[in-house]
């Protein structure tokens, strides 16, 4: 404790506190009386944002805690919060074609294996749609299919699910080689890059499946955001960390 008037910091003595409940001191060095003034309650938006512009730029947990001195739970609990409480996901007015794959990461460890599954518009690179799922089964895959942005047209690798979906009247054909799915890939390529969790060498794994899905969203919205402010302003730089919504 420090004397607000002649700033010593020895033998700063309680002398009771104040209606309010506030302590008060008295200096014995110069026998003022004083209430020190209240530390502010929490984080700062602007804490909370940093750390959410740190998480979709690749920096893990922890790493983003020791750099702004916070718990790294508290960090999680930023991006499970600010995942919940976005909008709707921006999306292109008009789909020509779309592509489809997945990637698996992990769910707590090694054992617990879990799918990725996301179609990409091919004009924007705008992720239509993902689903976090258990098994790749082609019930799991028609609810993505169902949920998505309609498309004139779609490709896919040759995993047999794809070609027993109902594709709302669009036309389906597999890709020879990577010729078709490049813009998917890439989309991927893009989530391992920027989500700690999902990187291929990580040992981050999600605590839970819900945990990842929050993760999931707010990269996705942050991505999305980029990818149309690219479109209509391409001469310009746009990092995903920047679209950090609002």
Request: proline share 4%; charged share 25%.
């Amino acid at each position: 404790m420090r004397c607000p008037k002649c700033s010593a910091i020895v033998k700063q003595n309680k002398i009771g506190k104040t209606s309010a409940g506030s302590q008060r001191y008295r200096c014995f060095v110069c026998q003022c009386k004083y209430t020190p003034e209240k530390k502010p309650r929490g984080y700062s938006p602007e804490l909370r944002k940093q750390a959410l512009r740190f998480y979709v730029d690749g920096m893990n947990l922890r790493r983003i805690a020791r750099h702004l001195g916070i718990h790294h739970r508290t960090v999680s609990d930023w991006v499970r919060a600010h995942a919940e409480s976005l909008p709707a996901t921006p999306m292109p007015e008009e789909v020509k074609t779309a592509e489809m794959d997945e990637l698996f990461t992990f769910i707590g460890d090694k054992k617990n294996r879990i799918y990725l599954i996301t179609m990409v518009d091919r004009d924007t690179r705008c992720i239509l749609g993902w689903k976090l799922v258990w098994e790749r089964t082609k019930e799991c895959i028609q609810d993505l299919m169902d949920e998505a942005p309609k498309a004139k047209f779609y490709f896919s690798d040759g995993f047999q699910a794809y070609s027993l979906l109902w594709y709302h009247y669009g036309r389906y054909a597999v890709s020879d080689g990577k010729t078709d799915t490049f813009s998917v890939e890439g989309d991927n390529a893009e989530f391992r890059h920027y989500l700690a969790r999902l990187a291929r060498s990580s040992r981050c794994f999600s605590r839970s499946a819900y945990a990842l899905s929050c993760a999931i969203h707010l990269f996705v919205d942050c991505f999305n955001r980029r990818q149309l402010y690219k479109q209509r302003f391409p001469l310009y730089p746009a990092h995903v960390m920047d679209f950090v919504y609002p």
